[in-house]
């Protein structure tokens, strides 16, 4: 009878030791607590993102009013003037004298 023998590799089981456990459980738990980190860290910058483009999603729609009325509304001291002949307050702008309304006089002025 022939018999041939060889050194070869070869996939067994070998069951871990008790330092090969807890070294495993240590990594485990260590990458536990790392991937919270991360989805902690992931919440955060998301939630930074998103308040980042509202602020722009509000210059967009700011500036889209205004380009779409093709004014823009701000307060100015202006000349009030009160013509009892007439009855009336007007208002006057005070860059260029253009009128910015006019009403009725109330009893009380």
């Known amino acids: 009878m ?6 070869i590799e070869h996939l067994v ?9 807890l070294a495993v459980g240590g990594e ?5 607590a790392d ?8 919440k955060f910058e998301a939630d930074s993102f998103k308040k980042q483009i509202e602020a722009q999603e509000a210059v967009i729609t ?5 380009l779409r009325k ?6 100015m001291e202006c000349k009030s003037v009160k013509d009892y ?8 702008r005070p860059d260029n004298g253009g009128e910015v309304s006019r ?5 009380d002025e």
Do not use: F
């Open 2 to 7: 022939s018999v041939s023998r060889e050194n």
């Open 13 to 21: 089981k070998v069951d871990l030791t008790d330092a090969e456990r």
């Open 28 to 32: 485990m738990a260590q990458a536990y």
């Open 35 to 42: 991937k919270d980190d991360l989805e902690a860290k992931k």
């Open 62 to 66: 700011r500036n889209g009013e205004l």
């Open 70 to 75: 093709g004014y823009r509304e701000e307060t």
């Open 85 to 92: 002949d007439a009855n009336t307050l007007t208002i006057y």
């Open 103 to 107: 009403r009725d006089l109330r009893d």
